[in-house]
């Protein structure tokens, strides 16, 4: 039986943009099993895929840590038997995996991130589309042989999205009376894709003042809940829901019974994506052209300042600002914002 291992660690979102190519492989290829080796806290998405798609934790920062974990690692994934290695990654564990199996007579393939051609598109006046992550990650399926498909995904949640009572068994019933529900995600891992926090919370206050809206933040780590704690006191339709959660896949129901999210382009972007909803996206140093808008998402839904030649000044965000006023996100009026997510919330659900 053909049997495909698939490596991609790192970060939330780019580990999240993986699921629509697996997917659909693994559900036009359902005689083909397809093993994900990432970290654990991505389990319970992966489980929502094709039954014959299964899941591996590598948890790098315990036993699966330095060279020798990386190698008890290889062991378990020989002990699988597989035929094929997808190397979405590219980084020096996953290169060094895919040697020890292609050592064993494995066919493999790895990503090929085009580091050149995103350094020029940084430089390019007229900014064009670049090949998107999604594409990327689907060529390396292409170069393991497996010609004849395309990825189609929509959303893991029929019209109307989850059965919260299912989903999250605990769920506050008493926050539903709102007939617009909107997931906010006001963060990011870097200064230069985050909306500064005094006009996020002015965007909080205009779509509390309207009095239908029920707003779900969701953040990590003990300084984003603080925030979001001192919203939530702040405004009575505000609910952070950081700690609330099991995991990220209750995460993604509650997201899916909203009518849009506001995000970053970061991880949550591209999980509301799997959700099946629009995103109003923020994009400050980045660009949503460079190849990373979440998958089925609008440029039509980007808020973006078009008018800076210096933006967009980094692929990922982490440089700083030449300015140090981070003018690419200052610049966008938080009345912009909420008049992109009033837009798409009062839509008719389809």
Known sequence: MTHIIVLRFS?????????????????????????????????????????????????????????????????????????????????????????????????????????????????MPEKTQQKSVFEKYADVFRKLG????????????????????????????????EPYWVAIAPFSAHEGKTYPLPMMEE??????????????????????QEQLDHWAAMFPRVENMTGCLQDIGQELALIS????????????MHLASLAGIPVVSIWGATHPLGGFLGYGQSMENVVQRTDLDCRPCSIYGNKPCSFGDYRCLTGIAPKTVVENVERIARREKC
């Open 146 to 177: 497996f010609e004849d498909w395309t990825p189609d995904f929509h959303s893991f949640f029929p019209a109307g999205g989850a059965d919260l009572s299912t989903a999250i068994p605990d769920f506050d019933t008493s926050l539903r009376p």
């Open 11 to 123: 970060a939330m979102g780019d580990v999240l943009m993986t699921v629509p190519v697996i997917d659909s492989f693994a559900r036009q290829h359902p005689d083909i099993r397809v093993t994900m080796v990432t970290r654990p806290w991505a389990k319970p998405i992966f489980d929502l895929l094709p039954k014959n798609v299964n899941f591996i934790a590598a948890n790098l920062k315990g036993e699966h840590a330095g060279y020798r974990g990386v190698n008890l690692l290889a062991r378990r994934l020989f002990a699988l038997q597989p035929t094929h290695v997808a190397d979405l990654h590219d980084v020096l564990r996953t290169k060094w995996l895919r040697l020890r199996l292609a050592a064993a007579g494995m066919h493999v393939a790895h990503i090929r991130k085009g580091r050149l051609a995103r350094r020029l598109f940084l430089t």
């Open 257 to 268: 019974k909203c009518r849009v999210m506001l995000s970053m382009d970061s991880g949550n």
């Open 203 to 224: 965007v909080l206050r205009q779509l509390d003042a309207r009095g239908d809206i029920r707003m779900f933040m969701f953040g990590a780590g003990k300084t984003e």
